[in-house]
T-cell receptor
Framework: NAGVTQTPKFQVLKTGQSMTLQCAQDMNHNSMYWYRQDPGMGLRLIYYSASEGTTDKGEVPNGYNVSRLNKREFSLRLESAAPSQTSVYFCASSDQDRGSGELFFGEGSRLTVL | AQKITQTQPGMFVQEKEAVTLDCTYDTSDPSYGLFWYKQPSSGEMIFLIYQGSYDQQNATEGRYSLNFQKARKSANLVISASQLGDSAMYFC??????????FGKGTKLSVIP
C-alpha cells in the first residue's frame, strides 16, 4: 500500500534556483494539500486542492505555485528558492466524503536552500 | 480563521503512567472536527484520533482517548499506560468545513523508563 508518495525526499538548492516537489496518492482521494513544517511552528498550509481542477491558497502561499495535474497528482513548485523556504514539506490527501477529513501524509521532503 | 493552542512545549511521563496533552481551539463554525497526530523522530505523521463537534461521546482508540469539552473549547489527548514508543511530537488540529486542517505547534512527549 503506497498511500501518499513524495519525491524527492531530500534536496539542496542554491538561492534563486527552481524546483518541483512531486506528490501522488493512490487512494482515490479528492482533496490534496501541501504543508510546510518549521521548528516550533507546527505544520502550516501552503496550498490545497479540494478537488481535481481546483487549487486554493492556504496560510503561507507566497513563493510557491501548485498544479493539480489529475486526481492522483499534486505538485508544488518553487520558482526562485529563498533561504526562508528551507523546511520540511509534507503532501497529504483526504477523502472528504468520509466525513472525518482525516489527512493521510507522505513521508516528507526535506529542502535546504543555501 | 481557526486557531489551535498547545500550551505544553514538552512533557515527561513515567512509563506505564497516563498523560494528558492539552489542546484548546478557537472556531466560530458550529460544525468542526478535531484531530490528534503523532510524529516520531523518524518524521512521519501518524493519525491517532478524531472527534466531531456533534459527537456525543468522547472518542477512544485503544490507549488514546480524547477529552472533549465543547463549552471550554478544549480537546485534550489522554494516553493511558505510556510506552517508550510513545515518545514523539504530538499535534492537535482543527478542521471546520474548509477542507483545511489548522495545526497547533505541538507538544514533545518523553516517556521515562
Amino acid at each position: 500500500n503506497a498511500g501518499v508518495t513524495q519525491t524527492p525526499k531530500f534536496q539542496v538548492l542554491k538561492t534563486g534556483q527552481s524546483m518541483t516537489l512531486q506528490c501522488a496518492q493512490d487512494m482515490n482521494h479528492n482533496s490534496m494539500y501541501w504543508y510546510r513544517q518549521d521548528p516550533g511552528m507546527g505544520l502550516r498550509l501552503i496550498y490545497y486542492s479540494a478537488s481535481e481542477g481546483t487549487t486554493d491558497k492556504g496560510e503561507v502561499p507566497n513563493g510557491y505555485n501548485v498544479s493539480r495535474l489529475n486526481k492522483r497528482e499534486f505538485s508544488l513548485r518553487l520558482e526562485s528558492a529563498a533561504p526562508s523556504q528551507t523546511s520540511v514539506y509534507f503532501c497529504a490527501s483526504s477523502d472528504q466524503d468520509r466525513g472525518s477529513g482525516e489527512l493521510f501524509f507522505g513521508e516528507g521532503s526535506r529542502l535546504t536552500v543555501l | 480563521a481557526q486557531k489551535i493552542t498547545q500550551t505544553q512545549p514538552g512533557m515527561f511521563v513515567q512509563e506505564k503512567e497516563a498523560v494528558t496533552l492539552d489542546c484548546t481551539y478557537d472556531t466560530s463554525d458550529p460544525s468542526y472536527g478535531l484531530f490528534w497526530y503523532k510524529q516520531p523522530s523518524s518524521g512521519e505523521m501518524i493519525f491517532l484520533i478524531y472527534q466531531g463537534s456533534y459527537d456525543q461521546q468522547n472518542a477512544t482508540e485503544g490507549r488514546y482517548s480524547l477529552n472533549f469539552q465543547k463549552a471550554r473549547k478544549s480537546a485534550n489527548l489522554v494516553i493511558s499506560a505510556s510506552q517508550l514508543g510513545d515518545s514523539a511530537m504530538y499535534f492537535c488540529a482543527n478542521e471546520a468545513g474548509s477542507y483545511q486542517l489548522t495545526f497547533g505547534k505541538g507538544t514533545k512527549l518523553s516517556v521515562i523508563p
